[in-house]
Every structure is written in C-alpha cells, then in structure tokens.
C-alpha cells in the first residue's frame, strides 16, 4: 500500500521526551493576564499545517499552548512566541505578533502556505510583505524532483540539517538575514524588528518534531537558549 509522506507524518509519533524549552512560563486557568514567557499559538482555522501545531505542542507541552479566541492578551509579557503553519492572518493577530516583536519578544513565524490554494497563497504572500516585510516565492515541490532526501541546513541559532517533510516557501533575504538553505533557495531568515526579532521558516519544522526528529527538537532547544540570552 502506497503511503504518502503526508499521511506518514499525520501518523507519526509525538517527538521523544528530554527535549525541554526551558521554564515555559506561569498562568492560571481564566486569567490570561499572568505572564507566560514562551506560547505556541494555537491559529485555528488560520492555521494551514495543523501538524505543527501538533509538533510544537508535543516539544513545549499543552500547558504553552495559547488559543487564540481564547487569549488575545497572550503578548503581554511574552519572550518567544511561536506561530505554526500560518495560511492567513487576519489584521488583528498580525498586529499583535508585530507589537510583540517591537516590544522585545522572538516572533517565530512557520508558514504553511506549501498546502494553500493559489488564492489563499497570494494572500498570504501579500499579507507577509504588507505586515511583516518578509518576501516569498513560490512553493517548490522539492520531493517531486526525483533527488537526495531533502535537508535544510541551519547555520542559526546552531548548525542542524533538519529534514523536510512537505514543501517549501523560498524567502527573499539579504545574506545576514538568512539562517536556513535547501540546496540553492533561501528557506529561513531572521531579522530586528524594534526590541525583538522576525523568525521565518519556509520549511515547516512542526511535522518533523512530531516525528521526534532529534536535529528538528535540537534546533528548537537551541532557538529557546538564544532567546533566554538575547532577552
């Protein structure tokens, strides 16, 4: 039986125990006022890839999990806030990401736009450049080429070779701002905004932390070290 690479990850295991974040922050159940320091925000129906949620989720742990009809005070205090599989932002939360990165938070931001249709893509791409200022390309099918395993090599925060498992958004970036390669295109960059930083992945991580790829939950840990330091 022929089994998809989408399929094979739906059903995957959750990323193997010892990978921590670090101290994911405090609040109570119906008080969204106390400080989380670290959130995996869950977009729902903005979300494109619900696989990284589900991979993000099972790294940091349900109790980081932010709603977001639930919780649109979640910035407030927020050092590292990480969005899963975005398709298109509505105004509001695009904001809020910006005003939380300008206020001193890491804003990681894993596009899911490899699994939208061309309408949706469009306005993807156009909302990442009007919002954010972060241009992309076209996805590229790089499983369709008939090569190698894919692999992004990661020169940021640590050097990892995390492998893909979907398509990828090459983004537009100038060479310091480029964290992330597959072969030739530019797949991941990072750059200041205010206090804070802009992380964009344009190969979904999500999907192999729920495979419990050791690299992917690596590179993660790594990510939330820096952003200790860096705040």
């Keep these: 039986?022929?089994?998809?690479?989408?399929?094979?990850?739906?059903?995957?295991?959750?990323?193997?125990?010892?990978?921590?974040?670090?101290?994911?922050g405090e609040f109570s159940i119906g008080d969204w006022r106390v400080k989380r320091e670290r959130v995996v925000l869950d977009l729902g129906a903005q979300c494109a890839l619900q696989e990284s949620l589900q991979g993000f989720a099972s790294v940091a742990g349900e109790p980081s999990v932010c709603v977001l009809g639930e919780a649109r005070d979640w910035a407030r205090g927020c050092r590292l806030a990480i969005v899963p599989g975005i398709g298109v932002l509505d105004q509001r939360t695009a904001s809020a990401l910006v005003c939380a990165a300008r206020a001193g938070a890491a804003v990681l931001l894993e596009s899911g736009a490899g699994f939208l249709g061309r309408y949706e893509f469009v306005a993807h791409q156009k909302m990442l450049r009007r919002v954010f200022d972060i241009m992309i390309d076209e996805p590229e099918h790089v499983w369709a080429k008939g090569q190698a395993i894919p692999y992004v090599r990661y020169v940021w925060?640590?050097?990892?070779?995390?492998?893909?498992?979907?398509?990828?958004?090459?983004?537009?970036?100038?060479?310091?701002?480029?964290?992330?390669?597959?072969?030739?295109?530019?797949?991941a960059s990072k750059k200041r905004i205010g206090r804070g930083q802009l992380i964009f992945l344009g190969s979904p991580l999500g999907p192999a932390l729920r495979a419990g790829d050791v690299e992917?939950?690596?590179?993660?840990?790594?990510?939330?070290?820096?952003?200790?330091?860096?705040?």
Excluded at 174 to 184: F, H, K, Q
Excluded at 218 to 224: D, E, F, V
């Design 1 to 24: 039986m022929r089994v998809t690479r989408r399929k094979f990850v739906s059903s995957a295991c959750a990323c193997a125990g010892g990978v921590f974040l670090g101290r994911l």
């Design 157 to 187: 925060p640590a050097e990892s070779m995390v492998r893909d498992f979907s398509r990828v958004v090459p983004v537009v970036a100038e060479g310091r701002e480029v964290i992330g390669r597959m072969r030739e295109l530019s797949v």
């Design 216 to 231: 992917a939950c690596q590179w993660l840990k790594a990510l939330s070290s820096t952003i200790r330091e860096f705040a």
